[in-house]
């Protein structure tokens, strides 16, 4: 078995992936999907043990992601690979266009973490560091994951997790 990966615009010419919209679609979703890889981690200690290790990056991937779903909305030339993985760099790049981003710049405790998980990208996958980190760290950064999920939702009306079925662009009706 060979894995083979082909391109979206290649595989589909003409379909729209190579829009801005879609790409900022496939940022959101793909953010989510880590995000539920991250739960289920946590949700198999009873079976596999602690896993210290592979929450941190699955954490930080499902924020980058979110985050360049949101960049990549407003700014259609948004270069993702630029970034890499620096969170913090295109929180503060577009912090004026988006305000959810705004908000988490002005968190400390939102920066802290989002720094945090940057530090832990690298050293915590190759095994350079020992990891500490507490329930709330884990909780902050679902809670962060989830409101720049909700923002999406309420800016763009694209449902990324199951409470925003049902549910209106506008909850005020």
């Not at 979206?8 to 959101?28: Q, W």
């Not at 999907?33 to 981690?41: E, G, I, K, N, T």
């Not at 198999?44 to 896993?51: E, I």
């Not at 700014?75 to 790049?93: E, M, R």
């Amino acid at each position: 078995m060979v894995i083979k990966l082909t391109k979206l615009t290649d595989a589909y010419p003409d379909s729209g992936f190579n829009s801005h919209i879609t790409r900022s679609h496939l940022f959101a979703h793909a953010g989510i999907s880590f995000l539920r890889a991250c739960a289920a981690v946590d949700s198999s200690h009873d079976t596999y043990g602690y896993n210290l290790h592979t929450p941190l990056p699955l954490m930080h991937q499902a924020i980058e992601l979110l985050l360049k779903a949101h960049a990549s909305m407003v700014d259609p030339q948004f270069a993702p690979k630029d970034y890499g993985h620096k969170t913090i760099k295109i929180l503060k790049d577009y912090s004026s266009e988006i305000s959810v981003f705004s908000t988490i710049t002005s968190s400390q405790e939102h920066m802290e973490l989002i720094a945090g998980l940057e530090k832990a990208w690298l050293s915590v996958r190759y095994a350079e560091v020992i990891v500490e980190y507490s329930g709330s760290d884990y909780s902050c950064a679902g809670n962060l994951a989830n409101l720049l999920s909700d923002e999406y939702f309420k800016m763009h009306n694209v449902c990324l997790q199951s409470h925003h079925f049902n549910q209106t662009r506008d909850s005020s009706t």
